[in-house]
């Protein structure tokens, strides 16, 4: 299953993937740092990558998360969604979090993809709402939510521990209610 946009596609990650996502990790460590979690040294190893994707086969096959690579139209593995911590019930809910190569920062891929994962989300897995956590000097991932239609929902100090320092998050969300399609971004 593919979800394709104007200039990309998402679709679930496999572990055939392992090889093109330990290139894209190593090639943007040190863009990545300031955003995530630190990360061991075996992290950028493709035995350790090799584990991730088993664990997002498990996620699939057990609706805990999907994790999605972002890829060109010729199949060039560019970044990842991932949806994660999703809550069946009263609640329908889940998380939204994201990478993208550098140089492609900035071009509107990322906001393509987001959108695409939210479409599948309220349309394929049955969510009500789609959450994102991000820091206030990330300007360029507030856009991306923004273009996508998140709305800003408050303020969480000491929210998330990255780069080793617990961080404020903005939090922002969509929901079922305000979602439109995005035409002009999806196919």
Known sequence: MKIYAKRIYIRRLQMDDADQLLELLIRNKSFLQPLEPLRQESYYTLEWQ?????????DWEHDVGYGFGIY????????????????????????????????????????????SAVHYCFNDAGLHRVQSAV???????????????????????????????WEHHNIYSMTREYWKPQSRILN
């Open 72 to 115: 060109l139209n010729n199949g060039r593995l560019i970044g990842r969604v991932n949806i994660s911590n999703i809550s069946r019930g009263a609640w329908e809910s889940c998380t939204i979090g994201y990478l993208l190569d550098e140089p492609l920062n900035g071009q509107g891929f990322m906001t393509e993809a987001v959108a």
């Open 135 to 165: 820091m206030p000097h990330n300007a360029a991932s507030i856009r991306v939510l923004e273009k996508v239609g998140f709305r800003y929902e408050g303020f969480a100090e000491y929210y998330l521990k990255i780069n080793g320092n």
């Open 50 to 58: 090799k584990e991730s994707l088993e664990k997002v086969q498990y």
